[in-house]
T-cell receptor, first 109, second 118 residues
Framework: EDQVTQSPEALRLQEGESSSLNCSYT??????LFWYRQDPGKGPEFLFT???AGEEKEKERLKATLTKKESFLHITAPKPEDSATYLCAANTGFQKLVFGTGTRLLVSP | DTEVTQTPKHLVMGMTNKKSLKCEQHMGHRAMYWYKQKAKKPPELMFVYSYEKLSINESVPSRFSPECPNSSLLNLHLHALQPEDSALYLC?????????????????FGPGTRLTVL
């Protein structure tokens, strides 16, 4: 069965304290690994798509990487406005996304 | 522009009411999706439309009825809902590459409709 697991479930950082979020996946045929940011009560906001092991993408303080078994979202020198839930999802084909349960990030000033 | 719009933002309805949720995108995408999201849970796929045809129904109860009038619009008709159906309902769209098994498209989400069933 296709599965996506995110850790940690929640993460509290001080402003400027860099860290990484983990997304482990077990899927029969990965057709893209997606990262989304979701603020409370709002829809997920697209961040990155990764397709191949070794691929990396960056946007401002965020950097996403992909291996054959997991993906990391690295947050460098986070700011309070980076506080949100970060979701990863694996495209298993047939337009279906298998979501992880998310990491709730809180960045304190 | 990667905007998906949804109306209304909030909806309160009784169990005997009939209401509809609307979703619109103008990115030329040919695949559109409905998701349901409960608090502190990830989105759950309900329906997928590909080129205006229903391609996936994730065994959703018949009190939820999707409709895709054209390539830009997606509706979700609601009837005789239960309180446990209260949730954030999300619409998404993607390019809609033909050959859905191999699709690698990115899905873009709307802001959602917060539904409360009394």
């Amino acid at each position: 069965e296709d599965q996506v697991t995110q850790s940690p479930e929640a993460l509290r950082l001080q402003e400027g304290e860099s860290s990484s979020l983990n997304c482990s996946y077990t899927v029969s045929g990965l057709r893209g690994l997606f990262w989304y940011r979701q603020d409370p009560g709002k829809g997920p906001e697209f961040l990155f798509t990764l397709y191949s092991a070794g691929e990396e993408k960056e946007k401002e303080r965020l950097k996403a990487t992909l291996t054959k078994k997991e993906s990391f979202l690295h947050i460098t020198a986070p700011k309070p406005e980076d506080s949100a839930t970060y979701l990863c999802a694996a495209n298993t084909g047939f337009q279906k996304l298998v979501f992880g349960t998310g990491t709730r990030l809180l960045v304190s000033p | 522009d990667t905007e998906v719009t949804q109306t209304p933002k909030h909806l309160v309805m009784g169990m005997t009411n009939k209401k509809s949720l609307k979703c619109e995108q103008h990115m030329g995408h040919r695949a559109m999706y409905w998701y349901k999201q409960k608090a502190k849970k990830p989105p759950e796929l309900m329906f997928v439309y590909s080129y205006e045809k229903l391609s996936i129904n994730e065994s959703v109860p018949s009190r939820f009825s999707p409709e895709c009038p054209n390539s830009s619009l997606l509706n979700l008709h609601l009837h005789a809902l239960q309180p446990e159906d209260s949730a954030l309902y999300l619409c998404a769209s993607s390019q809609g590459t033909l050959g859905t098994e191999t699709s690698t498209d990115t899905q873009y989400f709307g802001p959602g409709t917060r539904l409360t069933v009394l």
